[in-house]
């Protein structure tokens, strides 16, 4: 019989999938970086608890194409500045991905907001243009100009948090059908090039990403730059079901879609 496809693995097939994901080569990016500060209440208002704002209320826009073999990725993020107890870090709202894979792994291991979207980032001699698109509108963007080199940094560390969780099966009782886990992820983050950008960000309304909300008061610093960047993550407490209801909307388009179900008696709620 032929082998099929949809059946068990062997051990050394599952042993030699984690080979080979375990000696990866350093995978380089190339992206653009736009920082600035919005308002304090606006950065308090999206952080689920136990997350906290921390001293400035920054936003972070990282817009990058990713050198992989035969499978180049756009991926992007936004982000805000937040901490959870003396940890600080960044709390990604919308984490667009140009392909399934990258978007799949990220939502399921992580619990990373990644969505389906489009990703631009394009240089034309000093010129940099970098956007991230949904639902046929750039609700990010980032113009400029090259404007000079910058020193490469140190080797750094950085963590992301996330909120990991499954939506309850019948949509009742707390929302969730186990309690969600709150994951940190840390990321060791090489450089290679780095140059300033001089420019502007552009956010343009969206019902579905609506980071408009987050209002640029003052431009920290726009740069370019190739990196690469390897991640763990591990889980550090389980959180209050009822304290992140509320912020389960920032996953979704539409909230609603979790609570979707066949209808009684169809072939859907059969299977």
């Given at each position: 019989m032929a082998r099929v496809r949809y059946g068990a693995r062997t051990e050394a097939e599952i042993a030699a999938t984690r080979e080979?994901?375990?000696?990866?080569?350093?995978?380089?990016?190339?992206?653009?970086?736009?920082?600035?500060?919005?308002?304090?209440?606006?950065?308090?208002?999206?952080?689920?608890?136990?997350?906290?704002?921390?001293?400035?209320?920054?936003?972070?826009?990282?817009?990058?194409?990713?050198d992989l073999p035969g499978y180049p990725l756009g991926a992007g993020?936004?982000?805000v500045a937040a901490a959870h107890g003396d940890q600080e870090g960044w709390y990604p709202l919308v984490m667009p991905m140009t392909h399934e894979r990258a978007l799949t792994g990220g939502r399921e291991v992580f619990g990373e907001p990644?969505?389906?979207?489009?990703?631009?980032v394009e240089r034309d001699g000093l010129?940099?243009?970098?956007s991230l698109a949904r639902h046929g509108i750039a609700f990010v963007e980032v113009r400029g100009a090259v404007s000079g080199d910058l020193p490469l940094p140190e080797p750094v560390e950085k963590t992301d948090f996330y909120f990991k969780f499954l939506p309850s099966v019948d949509g009742a009782g707390t929302g969730f059908d186990t309690d969600p886990v709150l994951v940190h992820c840390v990321r060791n983050e090489k450089v290679r090039r780095?140059?300033?950008?001089?420019?502007?960000?552009?956010?343009?309304?969206?019902?579905?990403?609506?980071?408009?909300?987050?209002?640029?008061?003052r431009l920290v610093e726009i740069t370019i730059g190739e990196k690469t960047t390897d991640q763990k993550g591990r889980v550090v407490e389980r959180v209050s079901a009822q304290a992140l209801l509320p912020y389960v909307h920032q996953r979704y388009d539409d909230p609603r879609q979790i609570?979707?179900?066949p209808p009684e008696g169809s072939v859907e709620g059969r299977a």
């Amino acid at each position: 019989m032929a082998r099929v496809r949809y059946g068990a693995r062997t051990e050394a097939e599952i042993a030699a999938t984690r080979e080979k994901s375990a000696g990866l080569p350093d995978i380089w990016s190339t992206g653009v970086v736009a920082v600035w500060e919005t308002d304090p209440d606006v950065v308090a208002a999206v952080l689920p608890p136990p997350l906290k704002p921390t001293a400035r209320p920054l936003v972070r826009a990282n817009i990058s194409k990713v050198d992989l073999p035969g499978y180049p990725l756009g991926a992007g993020s936004v982000a805000v500045a937040a901490a959870h107890g003396d940890q600080e870090g960044w709390y990604p709202l919308v984490m667009p991905m140009t392909h399934e894979r990258a978007l799949t792994g990220g939502r399921e291991v992580f619990g990373e907001p990644k969505k389906l979207g489009e990703v631009l980032v394009e240089r034309d001699g000093l010129t940099v243009r970098a956007s991230l698109a949904r639902h046929g509108i750039a609700f990010v963007e980032v113009r400029g100009a090259v404007s000079g080199d910058l020193p490469l940094p140190e080797p750094v560390e950085k963590t992301d948090f996330y909120f990991k969780f499954l939506p309850s099966v019948d949509g009742a009782g707390t929302g969730f059908d186990t309690d969600p886990v709150l994951v940190h992820c840390v990321r060791n983050e090489k450089v290679r090039r780095l140059e300033r950008v001089t420019g502007d960000i552009v956010l343009r309304e969206s019902m579905y990403d609506p980071v408009a909300d987050l209002p640029v008061r003052r431009l920290v610093e726009i740069t370019i730059g190739e990196k690469t960047t390897d991640q763990k993550g591990r889980v550090v407490e389980r959180v209050s079901a009822q304290a992140l209801l509320p912020y389960v909307h920032q996953r979704y388009d539409d909230p609603r879609q979790i609570l979707d179900a066949p209808p009684e008696g169809s072939v859907e709620g059969r299977a």
